[in-house]
């Protein structure tokens, strides 16, 4: 992760373009960069403060946070009314999560080790975890796409009261009844190597920058959209997601690389169920409250690849063993998808 | 299931109300509560002269009368031409059986024991079943869906014909072939309860209250559908699957409290597949041959949910161990198609 | 294979019917009836000849040319324009393959063995491969299929790019870092029972009859449509594959009446993945070189057929066994698709 440091640079230099009225291409680039190593920052002070406050409210903590970053991003994108850009990054999240994240992982691990197994009955919760959040997610999508309609907006907060108490139900599953089965591998790292005021100086200095941060890359789409002439469903399916997942992304690979598989597959998996279960949802509140109403009708495309990455992952996991081949196979499945988006 | 004997009580209420000219909507009401406790002796009933009549012929008849009350309904609903609400009804009982009885199941199962496990094997065997006799089912929907089609009756037949095949086929496995794999569970209730002639009157008795009850209901849904503002597809799709299957419910939720999930499966699944091998294409062929001709033209929201519920239950059967979330995650995804439906 | 040999005889036959100016339809009988024989030859001859080039270069050798009778049908169909014909026959190979190879085997493998387990890790990993293939493949059909697009051309050739680069790196998993693990089955014929002139020559024959017998094939499908009122996307769909891989159907029949399952899932699925990762992109590349773009962009059938023919497959798999009523389904299944593809 100590090279993504090297982005925080980007801060500066985004503050200062920004003022100087320079392009908003330029700023948005930089931008982008600088939340890289931000949304890292964050996510390592969560754990810190985690480890101090216990395993039950320090995993409630992470659980909820663990994508503070891209939930920022989108909560801007949402104020700018920018609708189709935030619903493309929950699309390009969960996507970029199973096959970029695990894809990236399986071929480096596999580089190491010819093939890595890991637990086909902790893989197989996680992956019937995430079919159904992302059931969930989709069936609005599917019965109001064919419909101009009315029901969008009580069907989708319906949709969205059902999701979140699923996630607070998997919480109390992961956190509470059972703790034992469901995610061991967060034992791993007990002993914080910040102190209590570091850790939350370190989470509020880096949750403030990546709000600045946001706001100017949020800022700076239509101008991109417009000069670049990519689409803004490109911006929000491919960029957004990789920059807010980036720290994330690196994690996942060095587990690969310690042979730890399971963690991998955790943190990809994980992450695409927290968005469709937690995440999404919370941004259609938020729609509501802010009078921006979003509703949860992806476009066929969106769709499409949402299923289609679901179910790679599902039959990935079957086997319960991984190798390179697998993974340049998610990641062609995934340059592929971002192809197709590209040519829209 | 004692308790549900309380709702015999609305046999005769529904006659009264009936023969008073009273409102349709009510009389609707009260023939639905009636004939929850009246599946459930046909079902009862059908078990017991099964043993009788030894294992294979009872086999048999348990297979063929296993969805009686169901078929009783809708061959109504077909002789009053409301084919939506029968193929609104087909859709409802599989993802019925699959999501909200294997839910429930798991959900409440999952409340006395922390893990329930199964025989992947033999779950794997039921799964594979429901997904070829489903992909023939939907297979003829997709493809006329989109074609306005003198085929759609030819190829509807042609379909119903290579389904009732297959359902013989697999009644020649698991009663002959196979019979010592495919449904050990079944042996579990050896000696009967009833004597013959007592079974054979409750049958008999049980069944011309279905079919008196059938009438009032399907007689009720139009005025409920204008009096209520209900969609014919949303009763078709929730209500009739549910009153219809209720006793079924009953029986697979206590076996998931004795820990006997895979009896709670075999249910589940095998009654979807038994929807799919043989009520619908008899109900095809009983169309043809009243006058009513009954093409397999599904909506694409029924394809949809269709598909969903069943590769749902063949990821959740994958890993061969159940607990309460994953039965929340069930009933979850049904209450968000329960919506959707609803809103449309 | 011995009694295909009977067929040979359409070879003089169809020349002679070409030549007098026969009926084209009777013509393009004879040629379908005598690929069958020189496919099997192809196959057999290239089998042989790897043996003598070693094992690396013969694996590729095995693998490139193991869909060359097909091949060249395809590209004299895309020669003479007939682009919907070469989409539908790689739609009809991979479901071929997966449902009337992989079923008839399981058939007629399962009336001689109660129950035939297979390794479930190898299985897996076909499957997986299969998966991801044909993801790559679908996806730019998904995308364009819903837009009038000047974007078909350009994305369909750099998915083709993307696939033949998996294709390439899936030789060098099978042949070079991961030999032992993918195909141990491929060990089981060492020893060759032609000497290396006599295999090259009837390669070298067999290929020539094919090319002939594939124009006369190819300039009879029209007239045939016309005269017998087949579409042709049903002679895509099924006719072109069945006769294109007649020979394998029979090689994997006879393996699994020798409980040899492995091989023929190997058989059967490998197949379809070398449509979807190599013989598909090839004619990409192919019809842009002669000026015959063909994009990817099969019709909504054509996908719907091939996700369910590869999920069925993935599910069938997941249990390692399969007896003769699995086989059956498969069957079913695929005589449902005909039939829809017959009345569209």
């Keep these: 992760m100590k090279f993504l440091n090297f982005f925080l640079l980007a801060i500066p230099l985004s503050i200062f373009l920004h003022f ?14 600088s939340i ?74 596999g580089f190491k080790f010819k093939t890595q197994k890991f637990n086909r009955a ?41 999701l979140i108490l699923v996630y607070l139900l998997s919480l109390l599953f992961s956190l509470h009844t059972h703790k034992d089965v469901f995610r061991p591998s967060q034992e791993h790292s007990e002993t914080p190597k910040w102190s209590r005021l570091k850790a939350l100086l370190i989470l509020l200095i880096a949750t403030l920058f990546v709000v600045i941060e946001s706001e100017f890359l949020v800022a700076g789409i239509e101008p991109v959209v417009k000069t670049l002439g990519i689409s803004e469903l490109f911006i929000g399916v491919i960029v957004i997601p990789i920059i ?4 994330e ?16 597959l955790e943190i990809a998996i994980g992450s695409s169920t927290q968005i469709a279960l937690f995440v999404a949802p919370l941004l259609v509140f938020i729609g509501y409250l802010i009078g921006r109403p979003l509703d949860l009708l992806f476009t066929s495309y969106e769709l499409i690849v949402i299923i289609l990455g679901t179910v790679i992952t599902a039959v990935i996991n079957m086997d319960g063993r991984s190798n390179w081949l697998e993974g340049a196979q998610l990641l062609a499945a995934y340059v592929i998808m971002a192809l197709a988006f590209l040519f829209i």
């Design 122 to 162: 902790a893989a197989g919760m996680h992956t019937s975890m995430l079919l159904l959040a992302v059931t969930g997610l989709i069936i609005p999508a599917i019965f109001l796409n064919s419909h101009a309609n009315p029901a969008a907006e009580p069907l989708s907060l319906g949709v969205a009261a059902v």
């Design 36 to 109: 890289i190593p931000l949304s890292g920052y964050m996510g390592k002070a969560t754990e810190e403060i985690a480890i101090y406050v216990g395993p039950s409210i320090g995993g409630l903590l992470n659980a909820t946070f663990g994508n503070a970053a891209e939930l920022i991003i989108t909560v801007f994108a949402l104020k700018s009314g920018l609708l189709e850009v935030v619903k493309a990054s929950i699309t390009g999240s969960i996507i970029g999560n199973l096959l970029l994240v695990l894809g990236l992982s399986m071929l480096i691990g």
């Design 20 to 33: 100087t009225n320079s392009s908003p291409s330029l700023v948005f680039l930089f931008a982008c960069l």
């Design 249 to 264: 992304h690196s994690t996942s690979v060095m587990m690969a690389l310690k042979n730890k598989m399971e963690i991998s």
């Design 244 to 247: 807010g997942n980036a720290a």
